[in-house]
């Protein structure tokens, strides 16, 4: 097959291609196979059709024209996978020429990403933060582990902060009215300073005024700032009774057998976490001086693919009908970021021939499917029937291009209290 490429206006390339006649034959037979079984032809019995007569039947124009539709785009993937043409839209197929037993030819031109130059990222300066694990902070995490091991019971007594409410909670306008169709059944509401007032002293029974009241910079555009209100049907107080500080905790919630080692692992999964968190600065880091050094334009069109990605999960896990131009909006600025860190660590990994094996592609899909409970064969086979490999692989090159940078990078430690 030859393929050969030229540039075209600002951000996009013509791609020529030609395949040779027995490339395409071996392409084109299988179709020509299928349909063999069930063709019938006048002095032939149905399955009995010879290929050449066939082919040369008018049964024989609609199987080309039926093969050739899923065969140019498997040639077109491999024609710029070989030049290392990187599509960001669908390509228009501008011309073909084909005669059987002659080379298929064809042009398609495409949307590319923009080539970039990334300079001085060897050497990078960063300061790794690292906070300092406090007493506090194990005390702290082992309170943590006996909240979640603590036993609820009902009680028949007022609640007080600390306890849970099971409440049935029906919306109403300002004047107090009910909103009908707004109404939230059975939901548990921990008390604690944070919790709406009214709640407090709330006994089993008990109707109760509630005004949520959302701050100006609530996530939600449509709720910042503003009040809620709702009338709260109280239909349980629980009582949460945490466990003893002692060795049957430690054992509970853990493979240690006294508090004494159990604190000491806390303490490590602490220690390691505070020096992920520090990894995680400063690969943020190193990638905020890339982004400041290496300038450059993001094509709209690989903006509004981004956040059409974006729109559809979370149409996916949304019961509610969302705001697709609400959404755009507000992830528009962090989209654009990405693409340009995506793009810089692509062609840092290229600069540097950096590669992703396909040993390494194997370990990763088997360490995602343990992380899910999955068998490894069935995920890759997921992977493969929703053609995402390539983006495995994409992440997975990403992830190596950053790892060198942090190699490469003169980094400092500083401990922080």
């Known amino acids: 097959m030859k393929v050969s490429v030229t540039d075209l206006e600002e951000g996009k390339k013509q791609v020529q291609v030609e395949i040779p006649p027995e490339m395409l034959q071996k392409e084109m037979e299988p179709f020509y196979k299928k349909y063999q079984r069930s063709v019938q032809l006048p002095g032939f019995r149905k399955g009995k059709v010879p290929l050449e007569i066939l082919k040369?039947?008018?049964?024989?124009?609609?199987?080309?024209?039926e093969a050739l539709e899923e065969i140019l785009p498997k040639f077109y993937r491999k024609a710029i996978k070989i030049e290392k043409v990187k599509p960001i839209s669908p390509a228009d197929i501008e011309k073909m020429d084909y005669e059987e037993g002659n080379p298929l030819r064809f042009t398609a031109s495409v949307e590319v990403e923009p080539e970039i130059e990334v300079?001085?990222?060897?050497?990078?300066?960063?300061?790794?933060?690292?906070?300092?694990?406090?007493?506090?902070?194990?005390?702290a995490r082992i309170q943590e582990l006996r909240e979640e091991n603590a036993v609820e019971k009902v009680v028949e007594r007022p609640a007080k902060e600390g306890d849970l409410l099971l409440v049935d909670f029906q919306k109403l306008d300002k004047?107090?009215?009910?909103?009908?169709?707004?109404?939230?059944?059975?939901?548990?509401?921990?008390?604690?300073?944070e919790s709406p007032p009214e709640l407090s002293g709330a006994a089993k029974g008990e109707e109760r005024k509630v005004v949520f009241s959302y701050p100006e910079d609530h996530p939600d555009a449509d709720l910042a700032g503003t009040q809620e209100y709702y009338l709260a049907k109280i239909k349980e107080v629980r009582e949460r009774e945490l466990p003893a500080l002692d060795n049957e905790l430690a054992k509970d919630v853990s493979d240690c057998n006294t508090m004494e080692e159990?604190?000491?692992?806390?303490?490590?999964?602490l220690v390691e976490k505070t020096e992920q968190q520090a990894m995680e600065e400063v690969r943020r880091n190193i990638i905020e001086q890339l982004l400041r050094e290496c300038t450059f334009n993001v094509p709209e069109r690989?903006?509004?693919?981004?956040?059409?990605?974006l729109v559809e999960r979370v149409k996916s896990v949304s019961s509610e009908e969302v705001d697709v131009?609400?959404?755009?909006?507000?992830?528009?600025?962090?989209?654009?970021?990405?693409?340009?860190?995506?793009?810089?660590?692509?062609?840092?990994?290229?600069?540097?021939?950096?590669?992703?094996?396909?040993?390494?592609?194997?370990?990763?899909?088997?360490?995602?499917?343990?992380?899910?409970?999955?068998?490894?064969?069935?995920f890759k086979e997921t992977l493969t029937s929703q053609d995402r490999l390539e983006d495995l692989r994409e992440d997975l090159l990403q992830e190596k291009a950053m790892e060198f940078l942090v190699n490469e990078a003169k980094i400092t430690t500083s401990k922080i209290d």
């Not at 060897?122 to 300061?127: F, N, Q």
């Not at 909103?179 to 939230?184: A, I, Q, R």
């Open 56 to 65: 040369r039947s008018h049964y024989g124009r609609l199987i080309k024209e």
């Open 119 to 139: 300079k001085d990222y060897k050497r990078l300066e960063v300061v790794k933060q690292i906070r300092q694990v406090t007493d506090e902070d194990l005390e």
């Open 175 to 193: 004047s107090g009215v009910p909103l009908v169709g707004n109404k939230m059944e059975n939901r548990l509401i921990k008390l604690t300073p």
């Open 262 to 269: 159990l604190r000491e692992k806390v303490k490590t999964e």
């Open 302 to 309: 690989m903006v509004e693919n981004s956040l059409n990605t």
């Open 325 to 378: 131009e609400l959404i755009k909006e507000n992830n528009r600025g962090e989209a654009i970021r990405q693409i340009k860190s995506r793009l810089i660590l692509e062609t840092i990994a290229e600069t540097e021939n950096i590669q992703v094996s396909d040993e390494q592609i194997e370990q990763k899909i088997t360490e995602i499917a343990h992380s899910q409970k999955a068998d490894p064969e069935k």
